[in-house]
């Protein structure tokens, strides 16, 4: 096979998933869009966070610190996005496995801190397929969740 064919093979893939690739998937315009849905939630919930967009590759793809969010939002945000991505589900679903006597007990102890257990953070799954996760902090975990929802839910509506 050469290299012509191999691109040609790349090009119908590509066309049977909508022309979506990971560069459009992760526009800069379409992030911007994203964050702004989250900061319009976060100032209904008068409160400053954090946000952090992540591909699946663990690359913070678009971070943005509210004037008025607290400084370790900054930190927490992205640990929010990379534990969506690394336990394939929600940061809010986690905790109920890490408890004494649950099946990944200490599994935050094990991953040096870096595993967050608290709601915030969302895997993007598109199709099926794993492509990211948004992370959020900065208010009460039940702010951060929502927040987290109402840009997750712009990534989707933007994907389409």
Request: aromatic share 4%; proline share 5%.
């Amino acid at each position: 096979m050469n290299e012509e064919q191999l691109s040609q093979i790349i090009r119908n893939v590509i066309a049977e998933q909508g022309g979506k690739t990971m560069d459009n998937l992760f526009d800069r315009h379409k992030m911007e869009k994203v964050i702004d849905a989250a900061v319009a939630r976060a100032d209904e919930l008068k409160v400053g966070v954090s946000i952090c967009l992540m591909d699946q590759a663990t690359n913070v793809q678009m971070f943005y610190h509210m004037p008025n969010a607290n400084l370790v939002s900054s930190t927490l945000a992205p640990k929010k996005a990379w534990s969506a991505i690394a336990m394939k589900e929600p940061t809010k679903d986690i905790s109920k496995d890490i408890q004494p006597g649950a099946p990944l007990y200490q599994m935050e102890t094990m991953l040096d801190g870096k595993l967050v257990s608290f709601p915030g953070g969302i895997p993007l799954v598109l199709d099926g397929t794993p492509i990211g996760a948004i992370g959020v902090s900065g208010g009460l975990i039940e702010e951060d969740q929502s927040i987290c929802e109402a840009a997750v839910a712009s990534f989707m509506k933007e994907s389409k």
